[in-house]
């Protein structure tokens, strides 16, 4: 493996904290309804932040596959939307702070990206890690969110609901990194937002809101989310709208609705972070659907 070191520039005015949540939300896997696009955006435009440090995403992304936009301005190229990993400091108005790690997941050499990373959070003294994820499962928009979670060590599972299944799924770095920073004897926290299956390809600002307000939850750093509920109630009147107009549709959501009340508080879970957890088998389908559509969208282009 090449020098992690290499891979990453820290700027030189560091901040002074005392064990930092680090957040690592890294788009393009994992990612239904944009969930963690929506979340990265929501505190980058809602909370003052720094940079802390940059990775080489030149070394990392694959261009091919993954096209950045380019902007012709009619007789001419005028600009290019090129694609970045960097970590932030992000800060909430009464002076706590957690660092923020965005941009594409790396299509290459994720060993040494995350042994980057990890040496980036021993620089800055981090504490505890969450990673933020966002999958498709049986559930209808009409009833409250939720998450399950991963976790490093037991104790940082209390109060999150956790998938209790044994299941080989594709690989990703963020994955890797959780599991790297276990093996270690990190604390790793991954919160995967759930989505309802049949909205999984559009903008789903709720499970957005549900991963801001599990982070600030998780790290005690006060980070709103009035914005994101806006743009969710606006979402679910569209949705609802739509559902009204094709009875197919209305028959899922009334079965979902069903299956989801049925549980009752004591199956979803009590507490905020949790929600209802499908069976093995509702999760085994949807996760096949939604992988062979993360496959198909990124395999590279017939030259």
Partial sequence: MLD????????????????????????GFLDAGG???????????????????TFDVDQLHDYRSRRPTMTFGGNDWVSYDAPALELHRVRDE????????????????????????????????????IVLQAAPTAVPHTRPGGVTASASRPELLEGYRTWDVEAQVPGHVSALLHLRGSEAGRDVLSVLAHV???????????????????LSGATGVALPVDTLLEA???TRVEVDAQVADSPEAGAVVRAL????????????????ASAFLPTADELGAEFERFLARRDDEDAPPQE
């Fill in 4 to 27: 992690p070191t290499s891979l990453y520039r820290l700027e030189d005015d560091l901040p002074r904290l005392v064990e930092p949540p680090l957040v690592v939300a890294l788009s």
């Fill in 232 to 234: 969710a109630s606006v």
């Fill in 94 to 129: 009464d002076g706590g702070s957690l660092l923020l790690l965005t941009g594409p997941e790396p299509d290459v050499q994720w060993e040494r990206f995350t042994a980057a990373v990890w040496q980036v959070a021993d620089a800055l003294g981090v504490g505890t890690t």
């Fill in 257 to 272: 609705e069903e299956q989801y009340d049925a549980m009752g508080d004591e199956g979803r879970g009590t507490s905020a």
């Fill in 35 to 53: 969930a963690v696009r929506l979340s990265v955006a929501h505190l980058l435009e809602t909370r003052e932040h720094d940079l802390v440090a």
């Fill in 196 to 214: 309802p299956h049949y909205l999984a390809g559009n903008d789903y600002p709720d499970a957005a809101a549900v991963l801001v307000r599990t």
